[in-house]
């Protein structure tokens, strides 16, 4: 392994470390210091890397987003399918233990600092609402708003995520996952093809 690999293997550790101090303490409770000390890097690498705990947390949250899946549109003809796929991988990603521990921590501590609303908005855009609308649109599903047609569809696949974070309630399993997938998806297909009806 050659040094920029290395040192590319170092920060993507130090953000895995990070993102499970931030989980764990909270982010007004965590320091630099203790983040440099978890990850075992020196404070002067990890200011070199990072400018402040913003910055530093912006980072974690990029790091989790981009495992977040695009849907892959196999056959405009029948998006269903690929839809399916997508909502299950979606589903599942939101309720690893790392994901959702960094959701909870965002709702407990978000009033208190006003940058976490744009950081989780641009994120929600850029990684899951914009992949997700062209992805409709190029299946000629919503022509007119896709975006907004991809909000609804994660909104109505996240809600047992939702629903855990806010009311309690039990994350599904992969079968429940498979179900509550299955049915979102062709209740979203039926009513996106109900308005595209000519009349």
Not at 46 to 53: A, C, R, S, T
Not at 73 to 85: I, S, T, Y
Not at 144 to 151: I, N, V
Not at 156 to 183: C, K, R, T
Request: glycine share 6%; hydrophobic share 50%; with cysteine.
């Amino acid at each position: 392994m050659g040094r920029a690999d290395q040192t590319l293997a170092k920060k993507r550790r130090l953000l895995q470390i990070a993102r499970e101090e931030f989980i764990r303490q909270g982010y007004r409770a965590l320091t630099m210091d203790a983040i440099a000390q978890a990850a075992g890097v020196s404070k002067r690498t990890l200011y070199l890397w990072h400018e402040d705990k913003a910055a530093l947390f912006r980072a974690c949250l990029a790091a989790g987003v981009e495992r977040f899946p695009l849907p892959q549109l196999n056959d405009p003809a029948e998006p269903e399918a690929d839809l399916r796929a997508f909502g299950v991988a979606l589903l599942l990603e939101f309720t690893r233990p790392s994901t959702v521990g960094m959701a909870r921590l965002l709702l407990r501590e978000a009033h208190e600092f006003a940058e976490f609303g744009p950081m989780i908005r641009q994120s929600q855009d850029d990684y899951l609402v914009a992949p997700l609308a062209a992805h409709l649109a190029r299946a000629g599903i919503a022509k007119d708003s896709p975006a907004a047609a991809a909000k609804i569809l994660l909104s109505m696949l996240l809600m047992p995520v939702h629903n855990y974070l806010l009311i309690d309630a039990e994350l599904p399993g992969e079968v429940e996952i498979e179900a509550h997938v299955q049915m979102v998806v062709g209740t979203f297909l039926g009513g996106a093809r109900g308005r595209q009806r000519p009349t």
